[in-house]
């Protein structure tokens, strides 16, 4: 073929110039953007180690930043530098996933019960409160999370119980049976985790670990399963942190923000990422690169268009010769060029008649959403009872009985579409808005969780019976929608708070005395009725201070039905799941699970304690001994100081000692362990009342008698008949006659 000429060498070499070159640019371009700084190790083991984290010195921003890479189990593993705070992975939207040790409690075989008691301290971090959430495992299990947000101690705890039987326990979300979680606060920065058992797991059934397990964890690497019950083996589990740089240390505007990025702010706070059209590490000089959507097919040029890259995520599709358009899908694409005027008009037609088409399947589509939304709610209403709730209202002659079936438009109307402004509380059975009828009515709308369909009648019956319950001192049932996903009961308003919030809030003028002996005899007196004066019997099962309204005369009003049970006239107690709440529950129910008349006794007893103390049921704010309120009054009481701890905010005198401390006696008797030993609540009413009229006469002989000597023997009179009422009300061999005769003279009808 003969020697090749020097004009074919010279283009010879000029084509491989400019393919390496080609080649080069195209490895250039589709490379990954460095994460580390130039010189430094980027990686331990498998995890890339992104700045400002570094492993070597000169290699990270600061000392709060710096990884230790260490050999374990013949591996290399990232820590925390300076702790074994193991890292999993390092993310530059300001998230560090670490583990966490678990806290574990179990009985030993002597019954006695080994915990260890875990802590993680992340100081120049934060835990995340949205990505993490407290989780305790277990039967018979507590345990409580300890920590500090701004510098003010964090505490909080969670029970998981399981009753008799674990059929009921199934896998998925915590529901409180064998699993329980809770949210944690803002600011975490360490955490201590305690676990306990309430019986050393001696109550448990023989096929459950006699084990309980308490961690803080990624929420959405974490399932319960029922088989974690008998046996879970994780040593340590994953965890969230939140990273930022603080910007008081920033040498610039852009602090350490490099070219094409930007920088979010968190109050002092920051951390940096690349403008739109650029990936990379921002924090780096050259680290934020323009992305090249042309070759990671993230472009919508049409297949017949070419693509060409530009910078700051942009890109043009070219449509080949002969072709016009924009060359983009959405767009006019690609098409060819013709000059036919017939062509034109036909285009033209169609998409006139589209346009058309567009507008009536609109038109037809609005149609059905309409007519969707109208048989969703007919659906809801049978679902969630209406037709059943119907049925019943038909059969009631007199009107003054019937309960109100509101509509989803007039209730949203009231509460501009329930509104978040509305909410005035929430609890563990819902949220409760304030809303106004259109006749100016001012009335409470409670929102239900879920409501298990399995209980509809159940839910029904219990609205109708409450809407009978015509107590002054009862929070009225007004009505209810049945025509939402989940029920919403309408309820009237009351103003003035709870009872928890007048004893225990500072902030709110201090409850004399004789006024928290009315309501205490105000709210015994709901509770017997309740239980004995109701066409069917109710228990309450979650009597607290905060269930306690107060209108704007100090009147008791008792609320919050949600974990009420309707009593068979045949039956004295029933066998349910465990609820309630912390420092009320009844320890006879808990550990048994078998829920009586009695229950509410008990709940009531640690009201009749607030009331006397002015201190929270349950509190680890003081000292251990006041930890428990029960515990703290019965010892006063049995080492005779109880005056020591009776409010200090009341005007105390010798007459109102005298009667706290016949109140106290009757508490001491409410909470007695075991259920059979306590009064019943037409019991504990009848006393409360009878020491309210003795008030009564006491503030009638102080107002209106002249004569010393007179009013000194009324008052003794007085004072023998009061302690009479007493020992013959909690005495069952005296006779009760006499006591029902005084008592029925001056209690008012219940209605």
């Not at 169609?350 to 709610?377: C, D, E, H, N, P």
């Not at 879920?450 to 929070?475: A, G, P």
């Not at 009237?492 to 225990?504: A, C, K, P, R, S």
């Not at 075991?674 to 009564?696: D, F, S, W």
Request: glycine share 8%.
């Amino acid at each position: 073929m003969g020697r090749p000429t020097a004009k074919k060498l010279v283009r010879l070499i000029m084509a491989i110039v400019v393919n390496i070159a080609i080649f080069l640019a195209a490895t250039a371009s589709s490379s990954v953007p460095p994460q580390a700084k130039v010189g430094c190790k980027s990686k331990c083991g498998n995890l890339e180690i992104p700045y400002p984290f570094g492993i070597t010195e000169k290699c990270y921003l600061n000392i709060n930043f710096s990884i230790e890479c260490r050999t374990q189990h013949n591996r290399e593993m990232p820590f925390l530098m300076k702790s074994n705070i193991g890292v999993t992975n390092i993310s530059l939207h300001g998230e560090i996933h670490v583990l966490n040790y678990v806290a574990r409690a179990c009985s030993k075989s002597d019954g006695s019960l080994y915990s260890n008691k875990p802590y993680i301290t992340v100081p120049m971090f934060t835990i995340s409160n949205t990505k993490n959430k407290f989780t305790v495992i277990g039967c018979d299990t507590y345990a409580y999370i300890f920590g500090k947000v701004d510098g003010e101690s964090y505490r909080s705890g969670c029970m998981a119980l399981c009753g008799n039987s674990t059929e009921s326990i199934k896998d998925g979300p915590c529901s409180g049976s064998g699993c329980c979680q809770l949210e944690i606060p803002e600011g975490l920065k360490r955490i201590d985790l305690v676990v306990g058992s309430f019986n050393n797991y001696t109550t448990v059934n023989e096929s459950i670990n006699p084990c309980g397990y308490a961690f803080v964890i990624e929420e959405n690497s974490f399932e319960f399963k029922k088989d974690y019950l008998t046996n879970y083996t994780e040593e340590e589990v994953p965890l969230v942190l939140d990273w930022r740089i603080k910007s008081d240390t920033c040498p610039t505007d852009k602090c350490l923000c490099g070219p094409k990025s930007q920088m979010i702010m968190n109050g002092s706070e920051y951390y940096c990422q690349c403008q739109d059209g650029f990936h990379g590490n921002p924090y780096l000089d050259h680290g934020c690169q323009d992305i090249n959507e042309c070759e990671e097919g993230s472009n919508l040029c049409v297949p017949d268009a070419s693509c060409e890259n530009a910078p700051a995520g942009n890109y043009t599709c070219h449509c080949p010769e002969k072709y016009e358009g924009d060359g983009r899908h959405g767009g006019t694409g690609c098409r060819q060029k013709y000059s036919n005027s017939k062509l034109i008009q036909i285009a033209i037609g169609t998409g006139v008649g589209f346009t058309v088409f567009l507008i009536a399947i609109s038109w037809l589509y609005l149609g059905y959403k309409k007519w969707r939304f109208i048989q969703r709610k007919e659906e809801f209403f049978k679902k969630n009872g209406g037709t059943m709730l119907q049925q019943h209202l038909s059969q009631w002659q007199s009107p003054t009985d019937t309960v109100r079936i509101f509509s989803q438009e007039e209730l949203e109307k009231a509460t501009n579409k329930f509104n978040e402004s509305t909410v005035v509380g929430k609890g563990g059975y819902g949220t409760v808005h304030k809303g106004v009828l259109a006749d100016g009515s001012v009335i409470a709308i409670k929102k239900s969780q879920l409501v298990d369909q399995s209980q509809t009648s159940q839910f029904i019956n219990e609205v109708i019976v409450l809407s009978q319950v015509n107590h002054r001192n009862v929070v009225k049932l007004l009505g209810c929608c049945l025509e939402t996903e989940v029920p919403l009961l309408v309820y009237e308003f009351i103003t003035n708070g709870t009872l928890f919030d007048h004893i225990h809030d500072r902030t709110i003028n201090n409850i004399s005395w004789e006024a928290r002996l009315r309501i205490a005899s105000e709210t015994a007196g709901v509770i017997s009725y309740l239980h004995s004066s109701a066409s069917t019997p109710i228990i309450h099962r979650d009597i607290k201070s905060t269930n306690i309204l107060l209108d704007n005369n100090l009147t008791a009003k008792v609320s919050d039905f949600g974990a009420s049970k309707l009593v068979p006239m045949d039956q004295t107690q029933l066998s349910t799941m465990v609820q309630g709440t912390l420092g009320y529950l009844d320890p006879e129910y808990l550990s048994t699970s078998e829920l009586t008349e009695k229950s509410d006794v008990y709940s009531f007893g640690i009201v009749l304690l607030e009331l006397i103390t002015g201190k929270k049921a349950v509190s680890f704010d003081g000292p251990e001994a006041e930890r428990n309120l029960a515990k703290y009054v019965l010892c006063a009481m049995k080492e005779d100081r109880l005056a020591e701890v009776v409010d200090k905010k009341m005007v105390m005198d010798e007459g109102k000692l005298n009667q706290i401390k016949e109140v106290s006696k009757i508490a001491k008797e409410c909470v007695r362990v075991r259920g059979e030993e306590r009064p019943n609540m037409k019991e504990v009413a009848m006393e409360l009342e009878g020491l309210k009229v003795m008030q009564v006469k006491h503030s009638w002989i102080n107002n209106n008698l002249s004569n010393s000597e007179e009013m000194i023997s009324l008052l003794d009179e007085t004072s023998n008949s009061t302690q009479f009422l007493l020992s013959s009300s909690m005495n069952p061999t005296n006779d009760n006659s006499i006591t029902t005769h005084i008592l029925t003279t001056h209690i008012p009808d219940a209605r």
